[in-house]
């Protein structure tokens, strides 16, 4: 059974940063398709990064390229370093995986986690 755990919202300050992290547990992540995605308050979920773990491709959405980094280990753990935070940036992010070489719309979803950046 495809099972995860995100860690690592909380409340930050504009500029500084936060690294969340998605735990797999029951498999492996070699063969998935990993994502980042996030639901701001009165708007629809949206991506953020996904990585496609079989060649390490990345892709952002542009309104976090070069200030966010996904990365995984191609076992259990996927990050998302969030640096240069923004009061935009406040949501709840949702970790995702499918196993794919090139689909990254998530099959199965992990249960949030918080961030809010305030000062």
């Known amino acids: 059974q495809v099972q995860f755990v995100e860690s690592g919202g909380g409340l930050a300050q504009p500029g500084e940063s936060l690294r969340l992290s998605c735990v797999a547990s029951?498999?492996?992540?070699?063969?998935?398709?990993m994502s980042w995605f996030r639901q701001r308050p009165g708007k629809e979920r949206e991506l953020v990064a996904f990585i496609i773990n079989v060649s390490g491709k990345t892709r952002y959405a542009d309104s976090v390229k070069d200030r966010f980094q996904i990365s995984s280990d191609n076992e259990t753990h996927t990050s998302l370093q969030m640096n240069g935070l923004k009061p935009e940036d406040t949501a709840v992010y949702y970790c995702?995986?499918?196993?794919?070489?090139?689909?990254?719309?998530?099959?199965?979803w992990g249960q949030g986690t918080q961030v809010t950046v305030s000062s």
């Open positions: 995702g995986a499918r196993h794919s070489s090139y689909n990254y719309e998530p099959a199965h």
């Open positions: 029951g498999f492996t992540t070699g063969k998935y398709v």
